[in-house]
T-cell receptor, first 113, second 109 residues
Framework: NAGVMQNPRHLVRRRGQEARLRCSPMKGHSHVYWYRQLPEEGLKFMVYLQKENIIDESGMPKERFSAEFPKEGPSILRIQQVVRGDSAAYFC???????????FGSGTRLTVV | RKEVEQDPGPFNVPEGATVAFNCTYSNSASQSFFWYRQDCRKEPKLLMSVYSSGNEDGRFTAQLNRASQYISLLIRDSKLSDSATYLCVVNLRDDKIIFGKGTRLHILP
């Protein structure tokens, strides 16, 4: 039973480019969460999704960031026109329908140069 | 007041010692509580859930005090491999889980 799969593990983008981060939840998990962790900082909630629905996006910046979890395929966190301040580790977690028990992916480390 | 607050440390503790972390939370409606462990440049991993009656898993003991709104983690007979950042996690409701910033622990040989 594969865990939460995130790819790529490392992503380097120039300022102004787009970054696409992918997350495949654990088998049987229908809830996906995205968190951002800045260097020396804690995990900050960004968005919570179920299949084809955004449940809570209160932690998402208003501009340039979007997330989706389509009926088929992985969840995507998309960052348009990246800036240096977007450099961080982005973790995805998934949980089963009862919401009990988070499992994290290994994260995507985004570096904006 | 922050939703979940932890002493950032670092705690530098000799091997074999006992170390305790506390964490306070602001929302009295919080439903469930966890401790996660995060190693450097790795993802957080669930260490243990925290139950009202307190619970133990080997060298680790977690306790919850709802009246004072804090949870604690006690590590006995600490090992070098316990060096990590320990994250206090509070579930406010089904779709809102808040992480503390973490407490860094260094076990010294």
């Amino acid at each position: 039973n594969a865990g939460v799969m995130q790819n790529p593990r490392h992503l380097v983008r120039r300022r102004g480019q787009e970054a696409r981060l992918r997350c495949s939840p654990m088998k049987g998990h229908s809830h996906v969460y995205w968190y951002r962790q800045l260097p020396e900082e804690g995990l900050k909630f960004m968005v919570y999704l179920q299949k084809e629905n955004i449940i809570d996006e209160s932690g998402m910046p208003k501009e340039r960031f979007s997330a989706e979890f389509p009926k088929e395929g992985p969840s995507i966190l998309r960052i348009q026109q990246v800036v240096r301040g977007d450099s961080a580790a982005y973790f995805c977690a998934s949980s089963p329908p009862d919401n009990y028990g988070y499992t994290f992916g290994s994260g995507t480390r985004l570096t904006v140069v | 007041r922050k939703e979940v607050e932890q002493d950032p440390g670092p705690f530098n503790v000799p091997e074999g010692a006992t170390v305790a972390f506390n964490c306070t939370y602001s929302n009295s409606a919080s439903q469930s509580f966890f401790w996660y462990r995060q190693d450097c440049r790795k993802e957080p991993k669930l260490l243990m859930s925290v139950y009202s009656s307190g619970n133990e898993d080997g060298r680790f003991t977690a306790q919850l005090n709802r009246a004072s709104q804090y949870i604690s983690l006690l590590i006995r007979d600490s090992k070098l491999s316990d060096s990590a950042t320990y994250l206090c996690v509070v579930n406010l409701r089904d779709d809102k889980i808040i992480f503390g910033k973490g407490t860094r622990l260094h076990i010294l040989p």
